[in-house]
Every structure is written in structure tokens, then in C-alpha cells.
């Protein structure tokens, strides 16, 4: 099973909830507490989906993905936002074209894992279309 998803948030409690909903069909999840540690996970070579959290200490959601871009490590990855803000603030502003979709926190797990199965197919048809 690879792990082609990554829950990144720094509540315990959430990424074990997206772990055993992953688990639950078989989808393959890493995880990180931090921005920083996904940007980690990203250098070592991880690519597909990216459930990012926004409000997270030392460096929020929005931090991380500015870094992501700016180090060149956006290509083959989706970001979808996870998180529990009602909509998304001001930080947001020039990262439109990075987020493909914002989840509400709380989630059932059959919309997660109907917009897990949407990406991952959309992810396969990219590297399709790239070879």
C-alpha cells in the first residue's frame, strides 16, 4: 500500500481519525504535526494529497503551503484544507490556485473518503497525462 495521502494537523485526535478511515479502504495515509515535518516529508519525496490544517502552531497551513510553493515542492500534489474554520481568511489571498477544496471540520468519513477516491483518481489521470 503506498501512502499517497498526508494528514497534516497537529491534533493527535484528527490524524488518527483520518488513519482509521484511510485504513478503513485501504487507502495508504503518512502524517505530520507540523508544517515544518510536511515540508520534511515533501523534500524526502512524498507527492499526492495534502489534507492540510490551517490553524496550527509555529507554522500555520497557509505558511506551509507558501513554503511548499516557493521550494518547488507543489508538482503532483493536491492540498485540500482541512480544518475548522468556517471559511477561509485573509492569509488565503494568492493561494487560490494551490487548494482545490476546503473541508470543514467536523467530517463525515464518507465525504472524506468520497473526496480522497476523487483526488487520487484525478492525481492518476495527471500522471497519465504527464508521460
Not at 93 to 112: A, C, H, M, S
Amino acid at each position: 500500500m503506498s501512502n499517497t495521502i498526508m494528514i497534516v494537523d497537529d491534533n493527535e485526535y484528527v490524524r488518527a481519525s483520518v488513519e482509521i478511515i484511510c485504513q478503513s479502504v485501504q487507502l495508504g495515509l503518512t502524517s505530520a504535526d507540523s508544517g515544518p515535518q510536511c515540508l520534511a516529508r515533501l523534500e524526502a519525496g512524498f507527492r499526492g494529497i495534502i489534507l492540510m490544517d490551517i490553524m496550527m502552531p509555529e507554522m500555520d497551513g497557509w505558511d506551509t503551503i507558501r513554503e511548499i510553493v516557493n521550494r518547488g515542492l507543489y508538482p503532483g500534489n493536491i492540498i485540500v484544507m482541512l480544518t475548522g474554520m468556517g471559511e477561509p481568511d485573509a492569509k488565503m489571498d494568492g493561494l487560490q490556485e494551490y487548494v482545490i477544496d476546503y473541508l470543514t471540520k467536523p467530517f463525515g468519513p464518507d465525504r472524506l473518503i468520497e473526496s480522497l477516491q476523487y483526488y487520487l483518481d484525478l492525481l492518476g489521470a495527471m500522471s497519465v497525462n504527464h508521460e
